[in-house]
């Protein structure tokens, strides 16, 4: 009697330490098979939903894709002496205007209003407007349009992941409520402002954080200031007597401290310690992850989402022949409600990538960049100086310098070289206007951009977004000026505009919720990405989840695997975000109350 067939019996918690067991039967027939051995003999039993799972571990081929929403609310509107941007506008008072001038639209010599909402969007449809995309009877355009380039003109989406870490980007936030600005390095940490108070009779002292500290009662943590070369606290409470302050406010016991290292107004920045016992492994990092580009401009395909409309409704109205400046009937559209599919016509290979942690990689980034290609941002006096481009900061940097005039935060300001972008301008110019135009210029696959801000732990192995990148764009104040609307000055170093975040994850692996250990000498299955604690002398890591497992924890991953490739998809809200608003808010625009009449 024989088995040529090899049967393995595997309990769950010996895959995985969250996984379950499970009763297992193994049905072993006693039956006597002969069979003569052939040379040659290519025959063999295929057991298709082993072979299947087997492929799709094996597999590192993705082709990822996406939903995607713009939400956006038109805000700023501006007027423009120039005949091609006169043209498209989505006008506002043109009435007034014309009336002011005889009643003839010759005599204006500006048109104001808002850029139409598909100044904005991610595909054109304005290839018919006279005068601007299309010639007129004077043979004026702005840019002749190329319908293959409808979803280029305005953003570029590019697919991207986090390869490095950079601890020492130069950052900064501004505390409305002390009024002060703090400067700190990436690896300083957490920046905070000390608060002495007094919660039912507890003297605490308090430290208000501008952005989640990531915190937990009983942890630790280490000051840049110092009592008495005292430096490490333990952290007694979080929060203040008011509501949802937990995630922004630590305490310490208040046991009579002397001096001015814990006065009201002091700041200064913190790291997180976990095990005071063993703070050499349990300190966090802090750093600004960098991104690699994978993709280029033209690999990303972009189509409407079939018949699918956002909530939020479409603000359009007719603009008759006799108040257009090039005498052209059109409808005008404000804000819109469009969706978008999004797919790539490149595969990614993820076999050869590391992440920041040099880990497999188990996150790409749809990544999103202003192009503004028609000209109504950014603008330069000449083509070697004047205005600068795309400026790049954190959520943190969102909040307006002043909670009464909503002044834009001084992070912004062009003279700031810390929050430039550092992606290059393209120039270009027409006939009819003595200034060059300027648009973003196209990445290419192996560049890099700046990504969120973010914590690690080596005694966690679990990587934390303090703050989420943004991006902001800035109107051309040559071609568009917003100065009639009481904004600030265009001409000056930090105009108002738009904020965008550009890094949007796709989760395709999964690392286990539970932690590895191994002894130095059992290097044996030890991954090369685990990190080796001089205090507990031994391997620490996390396992990648096959394709298709999910924990009693739901952390896993399972989406379709079909013709040797992996169709990850998520839905992404893309918000553009007006400086000066209330950046929390998806939109200005409330929605209507359903109608109601005499049938309800």
């Excluded at 950052?171 to 690896?187: E, G, H, L, R």
């Excluded at 409704?313 to 404000?334: A, F």
């Amino acid at each position: 009697m024989s088995n040529r067939i090899e049967n393995r019996i595997v309990l769950g918690s010996l895959r995985y330490k969250s996984a379950s067991n499970t009763n297992l039967l193994l049905q072993v027939p006693l039956v006597q098979h002969t069979k003569e051995n052939i040379e040659f003999d290519r025959t063999l039993d295929i057991n298709l939903e082993e072979l299947y799972d087997r492929e799709r571990q094996e597999c590192s081929i993705f082709r990822p894709s996406a939903k995607l929403s713009l939400l956006f609310s038109n805000q700023y509107s501006g007027f423009t002496t120039y005949y091609p941007f006169q043209s498209s506008l989505y006008y506002e008072n043109v009435l007034s205007l014309i009336n002011a001038s005889c009643g003839d639209p010759a005599l204006l010599t500006s048109y104001s209003g808002f850029p139409q909402f598909f100044e904005f969007d991610f595909m054109r449809n304005d290839n018919y407007i006279s005068g601007y995309t299309t010639y007129d009877n004077s043979l004026v355009v702005h840019k002749k349009f190329i319908n293959q380039s409808a979803t280029t003109y305005n953003w570029s989406i590019y697919l991207s992941y986090a390869y490095e870490n950079d601890p020492n980007k130069q950052m900064q936030v501004f505390d409305s409520i002390s009024n002060n600005t703090i400067n700190w390095t990436a690896s300083d940490g957490i920046p905070f402002t000390v608060e002495r108070t007094n919660v039912q009779g507890q003297s605490l002292i308090s430290f208000r954080c501008l952005m989640p500290h990531g915190l937990s009662v009983g942890e630790y943590v280490k000051l840049s200031i110092n009592y008495d070369g005292l430096e490490i606290f333990q952290v007694q409470s979080l929060g203040d007597p008011f509501f949802d302050t937990e995630e922004n406010i630590f305490n310490i016991y208040d046991v009579g401290y002397t001096g001015s290292t814990f006065s009201n107004g002091v700041t200064g920045t913190f790291k997180r310690i976990i095990d005071i016992t063993n703070s050499a492994d349990t300190i966090s990092t802090y750093y600004v992850r960098k991104h690699k580009i994978l993709t280029i401009e033209d690999n990303a395909v972009l189509t409407k989402s079939g018949f699918e409309q956002q909530i939020f409704k479409k603000d359009s109205k007719l603009e008759k022949s006799g108040y257009t400046v090039n005498k052209q009937t059109r409808i005008s559209v404000k804000n819109g409600n469009s969706v978008y599919t999004l797919s790539y016509n490149k595969d990614i290979d993820i076999k050869p990538l590391r992440d920041n942690h040099y880990r497999p990689l188990s996150e790409l980034f749809f990544t999103i960049v202003w192009k503004g290609y028609m000209g109504w941002t950014f603008g330069v006096a000449n083509p070697i100086g004047g205005f600068y481009g795309l400026k790049q900061g954190w959520e943190f940097n969102i909040q307006p310098q002043n909670q009464v005039t909503f002044s834009p935060n001084t992070w912004w300001t062009n003279p700031n070289t810390n929050s430039d972008a550092n992606i290059p301008l393209t120039s270009y110019t027409t006939p009819t206007t003595p200034y060059p135009f300027t648009y973003v210029t196209p990445l290419s696959e192996g560049d890099v951009l700046d990504g969120d801000y973010c914590e690690w732990n080596n005694y966690e192995m679990i990587e934390r977004v303090i703050s989420d990148m943004y991006h902001k764009f800035k109107f051309n104040p040559f071609h568009f000026n917003t100065t009639f609307t009481a904004q600030s000055d265009p001409f000056g170093p930090n105009p108002k505009g738009y904020y965008y975040k550009p890094h949007y994850g796709l989760q395709i692996r999964a690392f286990s919720d539970y932690i590895e250990t191994a002894p130095p000498e059992g290097v044996v299955g030890v991954p090369s990405y685990s990190y080796f604690s001089t205090t507990n002398n031994q391997f620490l890591w996390r396992d990648l989840y096959s394709y298709g497992y999910i924990d009693p924890d739901n952390i896993g991953v399972n989406f379709p695997y079909l013709n040797n490739a992996h169709y990850p998809y998520r839905e992404i809200i893309f918000r553009l975000i007006g400086e000066g608003g209330n950046y929390n808010n998806i939109n200005n625009t409330a929605v209507a109350d359903p109608t109601i009449d005499n049938c309800e």
